[in-house]
């Protein structure tokens, strides 16, 4: 006899021959077994896997420069997301990706750090529920958790999916970045950024051309995004088009990439980014900042240090902040006489590490609050 047994995808209810063992649903296309689904209720709660074909290509958009000066004073249908141990609703939502690379030469000591602190921060601090933040990190014994490209390209739509005005999302990503060659000719310098997964050897980096379809194009009106990069060459890997470019004064001015044979924008809302760095240079993974044994990433030490210790803050004065603080570590080390050596190591002296700013719209930065 026929059983009744409700779509994953959809919650519309089929009705499933005994003899069948998986069943794909008509009207979404979800595929399911339809033999045993209490482990899976059990375990992900209300949130469900649709298989989604992987893309094979991304259309970039662009950094050609129109230069535009700012002083100091077709929303897409996105997959359903996959498997995730979280809600996919709730106004504050928070995706954070800690890679410290295990068992390769290539390893970290600080990222997985990092994603803990930050998630106390936005649980403790911020007021972002505690079921609504999913966390990726390589020493989880779970394969879903891991941050392999699969998992955090789910991640990523799951961010996104059912996103309302009033939702403030969050992206943080503390591991390795890259540059590669741009092959849509749609970097001014002729590279796409890019951040690697556990799995990058094999599967490859997601370039920033990825990044801006998944999470910043789906932005509908009265929703926010800000991401949160620590990693080598992520100055613009959300590929936003505008660039906030400050000298050490603080006097700054915003650089107008779009492109009009490229979209970079949002479907209506805002999105932010503070990166660890410039695309051309490197990010630390230190211990100076704790003066403890345990490494965490400069950029995230410092960013969770100013919004702890400054109320109100500006993104002006958060971005100041992030990088006085590196630079005050950089001038005590040279001043109590550590080797040289050290120096160049931990705070790469030859390209010095200066936090980035990059937002969907210019604004002024010493007037408009940071708020999560």
């Given amino acids: 006899m026929d059983r009744r047994q409700q779509c994953s995808g959809c919650l519309q209810y089929l009705l499933v021959p005994p003899e069948v ?26 949130t469900r896997d649709l298989l989604v074909p992987g893309q094979t290509s991304y259309p970039g958009s662009g950094t050609h420069a129109f230069p535009s000066v700012y002083g100091p004073h077709q929303r897409q249908l996105l997959p359903r997301p996959a498997l995730s141990p979280v809600s996919v609703h709730g106004r504050k939502r928070a995706l954070i990706c800690g890679l410290n690379y295990i068992g390769k030469y290539y390893s970290l000591k600080g990222s997985i750090n990092d994603a803990k602190c930050m998630r106390f921060l936005l649980v403790e601090k911020l007021g972002f529920p ?69 799995d990058h050897e094999t599967e490859g980096g997601i370039i920033d051309d990825e990044i801006n379809e998944t999470i910043v194009r789906p932005l509908p009106r009265g929703a926010k995004l800000h991401a ?22 603080g006097y700054y001015i915003w650089e ?31 211990n100076v900042f704790t003066g403890t044994k345990t490494n965490t990433g400069a950029m995230t030490f410092s960013f969770i240090q100013a919004v702890e210790n400054e109320p109100d803050l500006t993104y002006g004065r958060l971005l100041i902040a992030i990088r006085n603080a590196i630079r005050q570590v950089k001038a005590c080390l040279r001043k109590t006489g550590t080797i040289k050596i050290l120096v160049n190591k931990v705070l790469q002296k030859s390209s ?13 930065i010493y007037s408009k609050r940071f708020l999560l």
């Fill in 228 to 249: 949160i990069i620590d990693a080598c060459h992520s100055g613009t890997v959300l590929d936003l088009p505008f660039d906030c470019k400050m000298n050490k004064e």
């Fill in 130 to 198: 505690l079921d609504s933040v999913l966390m990726l990190t390589d020493d989880q014994q779970d394969p879903l958790l891991k941050p392999t490209k699969r998992n955090m390209r789910k991640g990523m739509r799951w961010l996104v999916y059912g996103c309302q005005p009033g939702d403030s999302l969050l992206f943080y990503f503390s591991g390795h970045g890259a540059q590669q060659e741009d092959y849509n000719f749609d970097e001014l310098d002729g590279y796409d950024e890019a951040l690697l997964p556990i």
């Fill in 256 to 286: 107008d990439k779009r492109n009009p044979k490229f979209n970079k924008g949002t479907s209506g809302g805002v999105a932010f980014c503070f990166s660890a760095c410039d695309d051309d240079q490197k990010a630390s993974d230190t």
């Fill in 21 to 46: 063992q998986t069943i794909c649903c008509a009207s979404c296309g979800t595929i399911a077994n339809s033999t045993d689904t209490s482990n899976a209720q059990a375990r992900w709660g209300k």
């Fill in 352 to 364: 010095i590490q200066e936090p980035q700013l990059s937002s969907s719209y210019p604004f002024d």
